[in-house]
């Protein structure tokens, strides 16, 4: 039978999150139900119930990173035991027999993966509730294990802001020698900075703000170029292999690309909407690429948690109770955090 579940969420976009009651579904021999102690806060929340893409669904309960203690499984499970610490990231489902899932990337799953809210369940129809909430019920192949001795209080933004930086830094080989930039220094920014750092690379933050400079340098980062001093940014032509752009909003890219030496590539992982047109000279010469990330599949997720508890790598996180969520949007929305927000269950629901 369905179980009764609390959570806070919103029923309209111009309406602020409050709580709610729902029911979350019985366990199939392949899930496992996770009692909810920590969820972080991406901005993706903030734009999902806002509609701000488009496609919300309402009422929108929100949260794709998540971590937790297993309660209970299903008859199929072996990966999971109750009394595990597990986490849950953006996805909760897909098709598994793709031969995107069978890769392990089933983020682009041939029939869609199933999105941690928001989205329609593969098997029921009903939309998908996420992390905002006491409990949840997930395919026990898309449960993460955390490793053992992390902080679970820092863990949750991992489960999005860390794989999401962390997927083109593997997919592309940073390491030892690689001279990296990252631009913007905001949730995404400040865990490219950290794990580019602890490959072994040459991080340079790039920023508009030099109010930013000192705290990039205590983050990892080697240097720090201020984007809109031109005579900083000539003298910083053709000087990286790899920048990885974390920018959320339409940008011009030109200025960045002036950057990369020959063969650099440049991955944009934040800004989701249309983008103005860039020159193709600036391409064309010195063999420049561009090309975009998502968050990577589970078993690269899984790596990256795996990666982060040998090196010791946390977001940097401001942790808040689940009624001050409406204050947390609004600051969001001023880039008032350093650099997470993260949804502490033990104080109250």
């Given at each position: 039978m369905p179980t009764a579940a609390k959570g806070w969420g919103t029923d309209a976009p111009d309406q602020p999150l409050r709580p709610m009651n729902f029911e979350r579904r019985d366990l199939r021999p392949d899930d496992v139900a996770i009692k909810i102690t920590?969820?972080?806060?991406?901005?993706?929340?903030?734009?999902?119930?806002?509609?701000?893409?488009?496609?919300?669904?309402?009422?929108?309960?929100?949260?794709?990173e998540i971590v937790g203690t297993v309660t209970a499984i299903g008859d199929e499970v072996t990966r999971h035991r109750v009394g595990d610490t597990v986490a849950v990231g953006c996805m909760v489902d897909s098709c598994m027999t793709c031969d995107q899932c069978l890769e392990g990337w089933e983020v682009f799953?041939?029939?869609?993966?199933?999105?941690?809210?928001n989205s329609p369940d593969r098997h029921s129809g009903e939309i998908t509730k996420g992390g905002y909430t006491d409990h949840i019920v997930v395919?026990?192949?898309?449960?993460?294990?955390?490793?053992?001795g992390m902080d679970v209080a820092r863990v949750a933004p991992l489960l999005c802001a860390g794989i999401t930086t962390y997927s083109p830094l593997r997919q592309y080989d940073v390491?030892?020698?690689?001279?990296?930039?990252?631009?913007?220094?905001?949730?995404?920014?400040?865990?490219g900075v950290k794990l580019a750092a602890a490959m072994g690379a040459e991080v340079t933050m790039i920023t508009t703000t030099p109010e930013k400079g000192d705290d990039a340098r205590e983050l990892g980062a080697h240097d720090v170029i201020i984007s809109t001093d031109?005579?900083?940014?000539?003298?910083?032509?053709?000087?990286?292999?790899?920048?990885?752009?974390?920018?959320?909003?339409?940008?011009?890219?030109?200025?960045?690309?002036?950057?990369l030496g020959r063969s650099g590539r440049m991955v944009i992982v934040g800004a989701l909407n249309e983008m103005p047109?860039?020159?193709?000279?600036?391409?064309?010469?010195?063999?420049?690429?561009?090309?975009?990330?998502?968050?990577?599949?589970?078993?690269?997720?899984?790596?990256?948690?795996?990666?982060?508890?040998?090196?010791?790598?946390?977001?940097?996180?401001?942790h808040i109770?689940?009624?001050?969520?409406?204050?947390?949007?609004?600051?969001?929305?001023?880039?008032?955090?350093r650099y997470r927000f993260v949804i502490d269950m033990d104080r109250g629901l």
């Open positions: 920590h969820a972080g806060i991406c901005h993706s929340d903030l734009h999902t119930a806002r509609n701000d893409w488009h496609g919300s669904q309402y009422p929108v309960i929100p949260g794709h799953c041939r029939e869609g993966c199933t999105q941690t809210y395919r026990d192949h898309f449960v993460l294990k955390v490793p053992d390491g030892a020698g690689d001279k990296v930039a990252v631009v913007g220094l905001g949730g995404l920014g400040h865990m031109k005579e900083q940014m000539k003298a910083a032509a053709t000087r990286f292999d790899f920048i990885l752009n974390t920018i959320p909003v339409s940008h011009e890219i030109d200025g960045y690309l002036n950057l047109g860039f020159t193709g000279a600036n391409l064309i010469w010195w063999n420049r690429a561009v090309g975009g990330s998502a968050i990577g599949g589970i078993p690269e997720t899984q790596e990256m948690l795996d990666f982060c508890a040998a090196k010791d790598i946390y977001p940097e996180c401001e109770a689940m009624s001050e969520v409406n204050e947390a949007y609004e600051r969001l929305l001023k880039n008032d955090v």
